[in-house]
């Protein structure tokens, strides 16, 4: 018996059951989608409950009765009642869990509506100043709400429903707008702007409320992006800082600009369309350090679901419209780690982070027990070894900046060759390593392209480490015991690499005056092209034992799926064994008792037997004295 997880692992791991391009199961999911919406007459628009119509999607209703159960709000509000067949639906749940109380808003009254004790009809737009006075006169200051907005599917009217109920939702509860599925997401595309249009907007001025991606997990819902989720309502640090000093009499500073927010260009080449690429489609992203969620919005457009840490309250604050759940924490600590508790993720997001850790190597520790089996860490980090660093430190000039590879931030700096080693060291196999390259000339890290001697920078330039500005890196967590005999392996190549490249640059390093003549520049030359080859050689077995690695990595996943559904087994067929181990006792007990208690009984029969068997002698000596008696009466007589 194989356990769920583990065929969940399986079929990811099937290219078919990709969620990415038109045939994969996200594709499935919205054909099957617009199929149902639109045969309305047979699915949704026929769908009752106790009799009513309820016109909603039936997975949408599990959703809600998981909700339901986890919340037990006070109170629910419905704007939209239509036929009454949602609220009472929601009355029906709040009677087996005994709370909670509808009221539902709706502009015209129906008297076919159903009647329940726990439902109140409010008749009114859902929108106007009354309607809203009446409903928070109704609602006691402690009590939990949660929010349905099912009423006029235009974008203007939901935007200003979401406004309206806003403050109305208590932290920690949600309000729920449905159908953002029209106009094209992937219904009913002539619909013309609606919900979704709506949240999109909400959301990017609503930093308190996070779409939670989660409530979609069964595929097939009504309101995508639609359950929206009130975050906790703590200040953050700096609210706390500001009021703070306002206490204390200063004034309060205004908020500096966030230094990493940006826009990403997709229709270059760039950092950014690398780990975009590599994380794929689908995917539940782990990514450290969000900041202002630029690259979060990315990777939800490509249908991911993202949950971030940034120690940036504000920024955090801004990422939220595109995460799932954003984490104010300092990387370098364990809460992030420990709030996530058992959560696992396909992918591990870390785009120019680490450089700005004391302590990159326990991140990354930490990062790897939340990642899946067959989980893969995406990380990109600046190159300390591009050319025009080393051309500065030529100069003698090493000024910090602003951003880039100079970043006055960064407390770490890496080179191809000291980021393997940080992955080697943390138990990861590096599977891939791109290059960004840019031009020497023109960044941000100053030197005199005048004052470099002949040749120089004409030698660099065939320095691919020289080229490189940042290393985008994808690896693998290792099982403990893969990893000492694999890294000692891909060292021992990386070392032979190295060595091979720094001979490289000698040989080709620029001739100063008196340097060997032609004859010795073609022998060089001659030896500079069977090094490259051996590298290239190098390099191919080195992609052969990351490949090789790569096979392992699916087989010991494959086996401890297997392991796994062995220990399942196991301990069922041990379950087994121990009830009827039970049963057997009980049943040998009683059969103990049930033989005690006839040994009873056999010992009474026994006594029993023994005086009848006296009764009979004692009736036989009676019947001879009788008979002795008769035979002297008859003498007598006679």
């Known amino acids: 018996m194989i356990r769920l997880p583990a065929w969940d692992e399986a079929v990811q791991q099937r290219s078919e059951y990709q969620l990415d391009g038109p045939d994969g199961v996200r594709g499935a999911v919205d054909r099957f989608h617009y199929l149902y919406y639109h045969r309305a007459d047979r699915t949704w628009a026929a769908t009752r409950w ?70 109140e009809y409010l008749t009114g737009s859902s929108t106007s100043p009354a309607v809203l006075a009446d409903l928070r006169a109704r609602i006691a200051p402690h009590e939990s709400v949660l929010v349905v907005l099912d009423s006029d599917h235009a974008r203007d009217h939901v935007l200003a429903e979401l406004e309206a109920y806003r403050d109305v939702v208590t932290p920690g509860s949600y309000l729920i707008v449905e159908d953002t599925n029209v106009n094209g997401h992937p219904v009913f595309p002539g619909h013309g702007p609606g919900p979704w249009e709506a949240v999109e907007e909400f959301l990017g001025r609503a930093p308190e409320f996070v779409a939670d991606r989660e409530r979609e997990r069964l595929f097939l819902t009504f309101n995508p992006r639609g359950f929206l989720r009130r975050r906790d309502a703590a200040p953050s640090s700096e ?85 799932e759940r954003v984490l104010v924490a300092d990387l370098e600590s364990d809460d992030w780690s420990r709030e996530l508790g058992d959560e696992r993720f396909d992918v591990l997001l870390c785009m120019d982070v680490l450089e700005h850790l004391r302590d990159p190597a326990r991140c990354l520790r930490r990062a790897k027990a939340h990642l899946k089996p067959g989980g893969r860490a995406i990380v990109s980090v600046p190159n300390v070894a591009h050319g025009s660093v080393r051309l500065a430190l030529l100069e003698g000039r090493f000024e ?33 390593i791109d290059r960004v390259e840019a031009s020497i000339l023109g960044g941000n890290v100053r030197f005199d392209p005048g004052s470099l001697p002949a040749g120089l920078l004409d030698w660099l330039e065939l320095d691919e480490e020289a080229r490189t500005y940042q290393l985008v890196v994808e690896a693998q967590p290792l099982a403990p015991g893969l990893h000492g005999k694999l890294h000692s392996r891909l060292a021992g190549l990386a070392s032979e690499n190295d060595s091979l490249r720094a001979t490289v640059r000698d040989l080709t390093r620029p001739r100063p005056e008196g340097a060997p003549g032609d004859t010795e520049v073609i022998g060089a030359r001659a030896r500079v092209q069977d090094l490259l080859g051996r590298l290239a050689a190098r390099q191919r077995e080195a992609s052969d034992a990351r490949d090789h690695a790569r096979l392992l990595l699916v087989e010991a996943g494959a086996q401890r799926a297997r392991a796994d559904a062995m220990e399942d087994e196991l301990r069922r067929l041990n379950s087994f064994m121990e009830r009827k181990e039970e049963e057997v006792t009980r049943y040998v007990a009683s059969l103990r008792e049930h033989l005690d208690a006839k040994d009873g009984e056999l010992r009474i029969l026994h006594e029993a037997l023994a005086a009848a068997r006296g009764c009979e002698e004692q009736l036989a000596a009676m019947r001879e004295r009788l008979a002795a008696a008769e035979a002297l009466d008859d003498e007598t007589a006679g």
């Not at 004034?251 to 990493?260: D, H, I, N, V």
């Not at 951003?403 to 060291?425: A, I, K, N, W």
């Open 50 to 119: 106790l009799g009513v119509p309820v016109a909603k999607c039936p997975l949408d209703l599990w959703i809600y009765q998981e909700l339901l159960a986890e919340l037990r709000p006070d109170v629910i509000v419905e704007t939209g009642t239509y036929r009454g067949g949602s609220a009472l639906y929601f009355a029906s749940l709040c009677d087996l869990l005994d709370h909670g109380r509808i009221y539902t808003v709706d502009v015209e009254a129906d008297p076919d509506w159903p009647q329940h004790p726990r439902i």
């Open 400 to 432: 910090y900046q602003d951003l880039g590879l100079l970043d006055r931030t960064h407390l770490r700096f890496f080179t191809r060759s000291t980021v393997e080693q940080l992955f080697r060291d943390t138990g990861y196999l590096v599977t891939r």
């Open 239 to 323: 609210e706390r800082a500001a009021a703070a000093a306002q206490e204390a009499g200063a004034t309060a500073q205004p908020e500096e600009a966030l230094p990493y927010d940006f826009h990403v260009d997709l229709t270059v080449d760039n950092t950014y369309v690398r780990c975009l690429q590599l994380v794929g489609a689908g995917q539940r992203v782990l990514e450290l350090g969000c900041a202002t969620g630029y690259v979060s919005r990315l990777l939800a457009d490509q249908g991911c679901r993202v949950t971030a840490v940034d120690s940036n309250a504000r920024a955090a604050a801004m990422a939220g419209g595109a995460c």
